[in-house]
């Protein structure tokens, strides 16, 4: 028996086109592409026409609460772009950058997988075109500018070291670096103080860079980012130290989006990439404002299950970037429904129609939430070999009782071949002019108003609880007049409530907000439920562990 190809070794053996002829499928000319050799190039920011935007259509997918091993919303996103292309319709993905930390960590490779991938896959998962190192920059000039003020003599702001809150990042799983001391060593080393270090992913300024409209309002953010209080309990933001405008021009470039290409040669556009839990899980809106004024369809998507990357982009950046989605792909897979019914991990692949059939109230509890957008879902089984004809079917019947139509996606397997039926889908969806977009909450309500929305609409909450800290936190974003921003709830991927035990879909639960961040560069205040670390470590048996390069340079074991 032939031993399947794995993921790396299906994009090693395609032939990739020049960057130069996958832009004329987007009408883009070669003199306005900024190229990284062969098969990648930055597109500038004129190429975005607000007019055109509206003409076209923007498609959401996420998911159900997740495995730890995700769902496949990127190979379902591309998948679902070579479906849409291969029946005669012009589509381009719109997507996120991988972080170097789960690629070595625990996830691998993160371009998609199978025969619905994004290429150069090896690139694009390493240190592509170098926009992750450039947010690490701009970050960690921050740091550095806010310890240099710290001992100086002559324009020192009067920093209470004691409230800082900005950390230094690293794209790179390290959890030894989350609580360090900085400054020792003697006077000449800086002041004495306790700090630590997030992953790249985590920051601001990536938050930043995916919620800029353009260079203006990038150095504007940056200039909003808070620091800290001075002794006197006045706050202090990056622009009292004169810091926008360099922290900017290393952004320069990286605030560009990238173009790449699908394993079968159709555009893809792959800019940004913040985590779900901790941040807003979506790319730039300047990379989806691109594709939509470049393609008639633009598929993108958003990180962990819907009730995380989902209502962030539909809460915060759609509002924020006037953005209007006309459909959701909601990705299930029989192997999360299983987990949901109770399966343990090493039965995730063993056919159950009893766990299905209860772990549905999972999907089922996603589908009523992405109806409160005024939007009816589309479901995605994201087949996988162990998948049994009645288990879809069931799945299908559930979907059909609730008014969804759930179609088979078989793009890991097939490429394009695979996810016709989803695509034509989609189309007729779309043709029908049925959605009506509609974020569940209003900016300006209150800040516990729009929490406990959030936690009761879409998590099934039955109340919420601040800590002492937490409340304490409340008064000093009034008092900073932050109110009226949007809120990014900090949550585990892992289940609809703070506690990752509690799988399917829980009932009567109270979720515990323990602090709040506030990322006013970004523009929203960050609740933090249950104990979330912006720097991940590794497993015990990391990624990198099976990864190999050979003489030749050829890369094996990142997939």
Same mark, same amino acid.
């Given at each position: ?308 990357? *989902?209502? +962030? ?5 759609? /509002? =924020?970037? &006037?953005? %209007?989605? $006309? ?127 959030? *936690?009761? +609409? ?5 109340? /919420? =609880?601040? &800590?002492? %800290?937490? $409340? ?88």
């Amino acid at each position: 028996m032939t031993k399947p190809q794995t993921d790396i070794e299906i994009a090693q053996n395609t032939k990739m086109q020049h960057i130069s002829d996958i832009a004329k499928k987007l009408n883009i000319p070669e003199d306005d592409l900024e190229m990284y050799g062969k098969y990648k190039a930055k597109l500038p920011l004129s190429l975005i026409d607000e007019g055109k935007i509206k003409q076209n259509h923007l498609v959401l997918v996420t998911a159900l609460t997740p495995t730890p091993a995700g769902e496949g919303k990127t190979t379902t996103s591309i998948g679902l772009v070579e479906g849409l292309n291969k029946i005669g319709e012009q589509a381009v993905a719109v997507l996120r950058e991988p972080s170097l930390g789960p690629v070595f960590g625990i996830k691998g490779g993160a371009a998609g997988g199978g025969y619905a991938q994004v290429v150069p896959m090896v690139d694009i998962n390493l240190h592509f075109t170098g926009d992750f190192s450039a947010i690490e920059k701009a970050n960690n000039l921050l740091s550095a500018l806010v310890d240099n003020n710290l001992q100086s003599k002559t324009r020192n702001l009067g920093i209470d070291p004691r409230t800082i809150v900005w950390k230094r990042v690293m794209d790179m799983n390290d959890r030894a670096l989350r609580h360090i001391t900085i400054g020792l060593g003697g006077t000449t080393n800086g002041i004495p103080r306790e700090g630590g270090f997030n992953i790249t992913p985590a920051s601001e300024v990536m938050a930043i860079l995916c919620m800029a409209e353009n260079f203006e309002d990038l150095k504007n953010r940056l200039g909003n980012i808070f620091i800290g209080f001075t002794f006197d309990k006045k706050p202090v933001y990056a622009r009292d130290l004169k810091a926008e405008n360099a922290m900017a021009i290393l952004l320069k470039d990286a605030i560009k989006p990238n173009l790449v290409q699908t394993l079968e040669g159709n555009p893809a556009i792959i800019h940004g990439g913040p985590f779900a839990n901790i941040a807003q899980g979506t790319n730039t809106i300047l990379a989806t404002k691109m594709g939509l004024s470049l393609s008639k369809y633009v598929i993108t998507e958003a990180g962990f299950g819907a009730d995380l990357g *989902a209502e +962030k982009f539909l809460d915060i950046k759609c /509002v =924020s970037g &006037s953005l %209007k989605p $006309e459909a959701i792909i909601l990705v299930a897979t029989i192997r999360a429904l299983r987990h949901h019914g109770g399966a343990p991990k090493e039965e995730y692949n063993t056919p159950s129609i009893e766990r299905v059939e209860k772990g549905f109230e999972n999907l089922e509890k996603h589908i009523e939430n992405m109806k409160l957008y005024g939007i009816n879902p589309i479901v995605a089984i994201n087949a996988f070999p162990s998948d049994t004809k009645e288990e879809m079917e069931l799945v299908q019947q559930k979907c059909n009782e609730l008014g969804v139509k759930a179609v088979l996606a078989d793009g890991w397997a097939k490429g394009g071949e695979g996810m016709t039926d989803l695509a034509k889908t989609l189309a007729e969806e779309i043709e029908q002019k049925t959605a009506e977009f509609k974020p569940l909450y209003d900016w300006n309500a209150g800040l516990k108003e729009k929490i406990e929305t959030i *936690a009761t +609409k879409i998590y099934g909450a039955e109340k /919420v =609880s601040y &800590s002492k %800290k937490a $409340e304490k936190d409340l008064k000093t974003i009034e008092s900073l007049g932050l109110s009226h921003l949007p809120v990014c709830m900090a949550k585990t991927q892992k289940s609809f409530s703070d506690d990752p035990m509690l799988i399917g879909r829980p009932k009567g639960f109270t979720v515990t907000i323990r602090e709040f961040e506030y990322a006013v560069g970004a523009g929203f205040i960050i609740p933090i439920l249950g104990n979330m670390m912006r720097m991940p470590g590794l497993p015990s048996v990391p990624a990198s562990e099976n990864m190999f390069i050979d003489n030749e340079g050829k890369i094996s074991g990142l997939s």
